[in-house]
């Protein structure tokens, strides 16, 4: 087999038993970085790409700008990379054929139109049955619903309209379903066991732990933006505090230059 295709089987396999958890990186030295705190796969989060770019998350770049960083990304580790890459960008397919020619083995790909409505189940099924004809049978295709972090529809809806969304995309070739904003323990255990496909999980602080996410059936967790914006959120300390007290304890917890140059020797 190719080196992709021993990757994607590789990360195939990662989802066969516990839990996948995913600190997700942004770019070329935040994905050593994870990988070399003891990661197995590096996510790329679309919104620290884009924060890394000078530009906001939600459609903030363009594909190409996507499939760049992806590629850097890729090329810097050599565990199995998969790529957020929203909804897809201008051309589903193509973007999909780019991550994968950069060295992605696998995608999210979400059904927002916007912040306040989501695409109709129907036709996210079709983009990604689009991601699938143009990434292979080894892609893994994490289908991602924004029902409850954008609060769509009735909140005594929206179990059924998550259930059903997920029973569709697995009808379109989805590998999992990804549904950021539940973290309710009871609501997982009953989505986990109500759709045919690995549920993923967006984590972060006040969350529930690992092991409490896996004993609700998921199957995988992922950080998303949360480790960016800690980053972003020490810089703006940092700076704040160095130019109005003229002091550095922000810093104080920093990695020594030796530890942090020490990452990227491959020596």
Known sequence: M????????????????????????????????????GAAAVATSSAGVSWSLGRPDGHG???????????RIAGAVQVPVTADVEGGY?????????????????VNLED???????????AQADLIRVARAAGGADLWINARTDVYLLGIGEPGGRFDEVV??????????????????????????????????????LAGP??????????????????GAAVSKAVFGLVHRATREVLAEGTYGALADAMDYDAV???????
Do not use: C
Request: glycine share 10%; net charge negative; charged share 20%.
């Open 2 to 37: 190719s080196e992709w295709q021993n990757k994607a089987a590789a990360f195939r396999a990662l989802h066969d038993d516990g839990v996948l958890v995913l600190p997700n990186a942004w770019d070329a030295g935040s994905a050593v970085a994870v990988v070399r705190a």
């Open 61 to 71: 770049v363009s594909g190409a700008d996507m499939v760049e960083a992806v590629r």
């Open 90 to 106: 201008e051309d589903v397919a193509a973007t999909v054929r780019g991550v994968v020619d950069a060295g992605a083995v696998g």
């Open 112 to 122: 927002p139109l916007s912040g306040t409505e989501l695409r109709a189940a129907a």
């Open 164 to 201: 059903s969304r997920g029973r569709v995309y697995a009808d379109a070739g989805a590998d999992s379903f990804f549904v950021p904003g539940l973290l309710d323990l009871e609501v997982l255990a009953a989505l986990t066991a109500a759709v045919p496909l690995p549920v993923n999980a």
């Open 206 to 223: 006040g969350a529930p732990g690992i092991a409490e996410l896996g004993a609700a059936g998921v199957r995988r967790v992922s950080l």
């Open 261 to 267: 140059n020490g990452l990227f020797d491959r020596s």
